[in-house]
């Protein structure tokens, strides 16, 4: 039965909460009304029990009875579970209601509640299996609503925790400390869903994963243990980071955060050793998933430090490109070009202008930055500048929350064109992106190869740029390189000048490691559906089909992420057809 409810609970997720989440307020309301009725009924029956509110009798039992004390604070993990959950709530709820609804309702109910299966168990030890069932009062009437009351009552508690985990997700892409992965934002789809995220492939981990320990471990003590180390965990780090919030963001005085750590910090690391026991009867688990996480997220997020220092130094200025487009071929029609980050000039951009010595008329700059900020106002979610109007530069950034990573390049463009973008009325912007790859140098360190060998595997397996930025697949081109210049190479270049005004040296490469770029036009382009019709608007919008210095174009399109379809196929140069290898050796 709960392998059976937790599939139809999870595989319910992808249709959004909006028809149940308008009974969920009242339903709590009623559920912790009734825990706190059946806890005053109890302490109507033992006034006394009131007296454990007392600390000292904490430390009287701690003296009297260390070993048992010690068991016992191990337990009372479980007591503030779901506490932490309260955090992954401020993506859909302001400060002010959580608190209020929580100190002046759900706490004292449950203290109360807690305070009623005491006074029960002092007058009846042998209930100490399952108190809260027990307290309840045998009447049919009441002990069989309260039974369901609390099956619902996990549900719903359920369903917070998943649409927690799913939002803390989401909002570590937003913040680019996890691998991107498809999110589907369901606000603005139905009523009830605003600040609603949905993760397909994480809730197929969900399912597998709690299905899985369902039927391994099969009794919730088990899963208790689990429980409490990863809150205690949980509740142990978030006080080192309020500490280094106090310290660093708020510049409070050293004297008050330590006053801060005696006070809470000591006690959490308390409970989180007394924890440390259930991790041989099972909560090893927790820590591995943890573990794996972390190795995910550090994966990524060092990977991809690494790669924007890197191309930071390649990266052009606005002057540049304005001088830089002066002395090149111009062809008609609008690309967006589509960066990495906050970067003023695409790296892509500087990519295409080295290899096909080629820009188009309409040049947009389009990054998309993530605020600190859960949400941001409409008015301020797209920015939109004319560098040059004359050589038709322009920039489009678009911002967005970690509670809202919405991102719609087609609707930016769009208002961009009434704030001055020139284009015609029936003009569709082709849209360029690049893609980086990373491969270790010979005089890497092991470890550097695990874990870019790893981002090399994540890479491949998570959302590329066009997913992130929803770009249409009809009108897109991803730049993938074949080929990477080795680092010897690299600093021989970096001594060397080039003529060419969008061509910059490596004035500062020092990385073991090669960061796999274009380097001739015989680049990799990676497209979806219509590639062929799209590589040929793109081509003769760049006049590639003009005579030019090189003999031939071969490109290769991948239809397909992971394994690559490789198709070849031939352009006109030099007003010849150049056939590729396999075309010649089908011929021969």
Known sequence: MSCITLFLLLFSQRYGTSRMIKFYGPFMVTWFLAILLIGCYNIARYPAIFQVLSPHWIFKFAVESPGRAWDVLGGCALSVAGVEAMYADLGHFKTIPIRVSFLCFVYPALILNYLGQGA?????????????????????????????LATLAAIIAAQATISGTFTMIDQGMSLHTFPNLKAVHLSGTKPGDEGSVYIPAFNNVLIVGTITF??????????????????????????????????????????????????????????????IRKV?????????????????????????????????????????????????????????????????????LNLCARRLNSLPMGIVCMSAVSSSAPFIADEER?????????????????????????????????????????????????????????????????????????????????????????????????????QYTTVEEKRHTRNSQTPDILHKNFSHFDYPFHLITASNVSSLW?????????WTRFAQNMKLLQPSPANMFSTILSIERIPYRVVKETFYTDQKAVKTPTQAKSSA
């Open 120 to 148: 029960y168990l002092i007058e009846r030890p042998e209930a100490y299996a399952n108190p809260f069932f027990f307290s309840v009062p045998q009447v049919p009437y009441i002990k069989w609503p309260v039974l369901v």
């Open 214 to 275: 369902v039927l391994v471990f099969q009794n919730s003590e088990t899963l208790a243990n689990f429980s409490g180390i990863a809150i205690s965990i949980c509740i142990v780090i978030t006080g080192i980071f309020y500490m280094l919030v106090l310290r660093y963001t708020w510049h409070r005085p050293l004297t008050h955060i330590l006053a801060f750590g005696l006070l809470f910090l000591t006690f959490d690391i308390v409970l989180f050793l007394s924890t």
């Open 382 to 482: 797209i920015v939109f500048r004319t560098i040059d109007a004359a050589a038709g530069i322009y920039r489009l950034v678009i911002s967005y929350g970690y509670a809202e990573r919405s991102i719609d390049a087609i609707a930016a463009v769009n208002r961009a064109r009434k704030r001055g973008l020139r284009m015609a009325p029936d003009e569709k912007p082709s849209f360029l992106v690049g893609k980086e790859m990373i491969k270790s140098a010979p005089e890497s360190r092991i470890w550097q190869r695990i874990r870019r060998a790893l981002y090399d595997v994540l890479d491949r397996n998570t959302m590329g740029k066009i997913e992130y930025f929803n770009l249409p697949p009809e009108d897109t081109l991803e730049w993938l390189p074949d």
């Open 526 to 534: 990676r497209q979806v559906p219509n590639t062929h019709i799209l």
């Open 280 to 348: 041989a009867s099972g909560g090893w688990v927790v820590l591995a998933i943890a573990f794996l996480l972390f190795t995910i997220m550090y994966t990524h997020y060092a990977t991809t430090l690494e790669i924007n220092d890197y191309l930071r130094d390649e990266l052009l200025s606005l002057t540049e490109l304005r001088s830089g487009v002066k002395m090149m071929h111009r062809t008609g029609g609008t690309i967006v070009f589509v960066g990495n980050g906050d970067e003023d000039v695409p790296h892509v």
